[in-house]
């Protein structure tokens, strides 16, 4: 089974990205498959809403955010025993409503407080890191036909610059999966 | 049931499973354990009437946090908790049988409410007063300074009302005490404190049975109209259930020191309600999973959104109950300070505190924080943090009614005495679950473990956390 192949080209560009169109959730899903167990490791799928079993077929392990949240959220702790204890302890101690200058409930709201604030940073900018943003520009957006990702078409992208990709076998690889096109994105980075 | 479908996985009915007779083993440990109480009973009734609240507000709380648990998912109109929402029901269920729990209360509201026959619960005075001071004992040199400038404004105030004369201490306190004590009469009175409690329970009968009725008709009719009436009634019913409990424990926890008040000692309880039931939810899933009744319907999804909430609320349980403390402690007016006097001094209590302040919120927040212990391992360590936080859940309880056993017997919160453990509470434990829980059973024996006529049934079984 052949499949129409078509090359989106950007002035001085090569090859960057296999793009490749589904039909149907399933379809797409299949092709996330088959690229997991090819050994690749450097694809996406763009859907227009989230597929259940994405992540599995994709050869997705959990994420890491949850450790960077974790350090720093500890970080957080830690800043406040410190700001307390130097503040209220050793810089400046003095009395307040009788209670020690050193005093553990009082350190509580402050600790809370800064455990939070470093835990939701470390989430959304460790979620911006890990998904390599902000990024101005993806050869994805190259493509015409991409912008039915968020419509009614369902896409995978592999990128050259993954360790299995071949420049014959990947594209009959990404055929066998039966997709309605395939495009070969120029970028001129890779 | 033909034995044909009873063995059919997905029929999801306890028939011919251990958990169809396990109301029967309830109702034999709750007969031994009334048995017990009475006896206890005819031998010291006060003992009796603090083992029996105990005993009551651990089983009480946990029938309410599912009447709540029940209402959110109404109210937001929630796909994914539909297969665990019906054991939440059965627990429901169950709530209309504490109005005839109460009964042993109501008949020995004297010995537990100071304030019942007009003693206006002076015998905290002497204890809370003869001890003052040493609440900030651990404090150092520092601490006693300000506790002795501390009483000042105090003295400034209550000697407007005996003009000339210099008061005692003890004076101060009793002046203080009898003004707060006046200021309430109006709420702590015979007759609207019955107007009340009726109030309560014909409210929760009719919330429990309601939903419940709407939830198992919708079993073999399918009709999707009792959703549709269950959502309609939610709203209404979230707020009417947040002032029942709210005043619930006013009048049945908090007026047993009827001289301290907290504005957030109804929020306490009501997180208490939530953890409770929601580690209920683990275990009972887990035990339905293990055993199979359940089939496929409860799944890792399923354990592992109730482990978030279980974590949620108990983080949220941590911070109310913090937020009691903290206000009471940095403010130091001495009707406030009570309470923790009674349970904060260095004595046996503080142990408790503190064993509640570990084993109730440290050591389950590690447990909890991660996500893989609650969707890998067969969730082992969730089931072992739910079934701490359960534990905890009675130490709590215990820690709530007991305090005020020994305050008005005068005994100071700095004698080893103030915590006595007594076989009565066991036997109250054991009477009061007993009942509870084979009422909870029965009905279990009775309708399929999750709801298969809900709508959003199958989609329940799908759903997914990703």
């Known amino acids: 089974m052949s499949v129409e192949t078509t090359t989106v080209s950007v002035p001085e560009g090569r090859p960057a990205l296999l793009l490749a169109e589904y039909e149907t959730p399933g379809a797409c899903m299949k092709a996330a498959e088959k690229l997991r167990d090819a050994g690749f490791t450097k694809f996406d799928t763009h859907t227009p809403f989230p597929v259940h079993g994405m992540d599995a077929a994709m050869g997705m392990g959990d994420s890491k955010l949850g450790w960077i949240v974790l350090v720093m959220g500890i970080t957080g702790l830690m800043t ?8 209220n302890g050793i810089d400046y101690p003095i009395i307040v409503g009788g209670k020690p200058a050193i005093s553990i409930p009082a350190y509580v709201p402050v600790c809370f407080e800064l455990t939070i604030l470093l835990s939701a940073f470390g989430a959304v900018f460790g979620m911006f890191g890990l998904n390599q943003l902000p990024r101005h520009h993806h050869p994805v957006f190259e493509s015409d036909r991409f912008k039915a990702a968020t419509d009614d078409k369902f896409f995978v992208s592999v990128e050259y610059a993954d360790p299995k990709f071949d420049a014959d076998r990947t594209p009959e690889l990404i055929a066998s999966t039966h997709p309605n096109h395939i495009e070969i994105i120029e970028d001129t980075e890779s | 049931m033909s034995a044909a479908t009873t063995t059919d996985k997905t029929d999801y009915r306890t028939v011919g499973t251990g958990w169809a ?29 603090f083992s029996y609240l105990f005993a009551f507000f651990v089983f009480l709380t946990i029938s309410i946090g599912a009447t709540f648990f029940v209402l959110l998912q109404h109210l937001t109109n929630a796909g994914w908790s539909v297969t665990v929402r019906r054991t939440a029901e059965f627990f429901m269920s169950a709530l209309p049988i504490f109005a005839l729990l109460f009964l042993p209360i ?5 010995h537990l409410l100071p304030w019942w026959n007009g003693d206006h619960g002076a015998t905290h005075a002497p204890a809370a007063a003869g001890e003052h001071g040493d609440a900030h004992a651990p404090a150092g040199t520092e601490g006693q300074h300000g506790d002795a400038a501390h009483p000042a404004p105090a003295h400034g105030e209550h000697g407007q009302h005996v003009a000339g004369h210099r008061m005692s201490d003890e004076q101060i306190e009793h002046s203080l005490h009898a003004e707060v004590m006046a200021s309430k009469a109006w709420y702590l009175s015979k007759g609207f404190f019955a107007v009340r409690a009726v109030i309560y329970f014909l409210f929760w009968t009719f919330l429990a049975l309601k939903l419940f009725r709407n939830s198992t008709l919708q079993d073999s009719t399918r009709d999707l109209k009792l959703t549709a009436n269950s ?27 009827p001289n301290w008040y907290s504005t957030i000692f109804g929020v306490q309880l009501f997180s208490t309600t939530m953890v409770a039931i929601l580690s209920v939810l683990v275990l009972v899933s887990y035990a339905m999973r293990a055993s199979g009744v359940s089939g496929n319907a ?10 978030k909430l279980l974590f949620g609320f108990n983080v949220f349980w941590a911070y109310i109950s913090f937020s009691q403390f903290f206000l009471i402690w940095y403010a130091s007016i001495p009707e406030e300070t009570v309470f923790f006097h009674l349970r904060w001094s260095n004595g046996p209590w503080k142990t408790v505190s503190l064993a509640i302040l570990f084993l109730h919120f440290v050591v389950p927040f590690a447990l909890l924080l991660s996500r893989n212990t609650k969707r890998y391992g067969g969730q082992k360590v969730l089931a072992f943090a739910a079934g701490l936080l359960l534990t905890m859940h009675v130490v709590e309880m215990y820690w709530e009614v007991l305090p005020n056993y020994a305050a008005q017997r005068g005994i100071g919160p700095q004698t080893a005495e103030a915590l006595a453990p007594h076989w009565m509470d ?18 279990m024996s009775q309708h399929p473990v999750v709801p298969v006529g809900d709508p959003r049934f199958g989609r329940s079984k799908r759903f997914e956390n990703t």
Not at chain 1, 80 to 87: C, D, R, S, V
């Open chain 1, 80 to 87: 406040g025993i410190a700001l307390i204890t130097y503040t």
């Open chain 2, 21 to 49: 007779n396990a109301w029967k083993i309830a109702a034999g440990v709750g007969a031994l354990g009334l048995a017990g109480a009475g006896a206890g009973f005819a031998a010291d009734a006060q003992r009796f009437s």
């Open chain 2, 106 to 110: 109501v008949a020995n509201l004297d």
């Open chain 2, 231 to 257: 959502q309609a009634m939610a709203p209404a019913a979230t707020f009417g259930l947040a002032l029942t409990t709210t005043f619930a424990v006013f009048d049945w926890m908090m007026s047993l020191l």
């Open chain 2, 298 to 307: 409860i799944t890792t999804e399923h354990f592992h959104d109730l482990g």
């Open chain 2, 426 to 443: 066991l036997a109250c434990l054991l009477g009061v679950g007993g009942v509870y829980l084979a009422a909870v059973f029965y009905r």
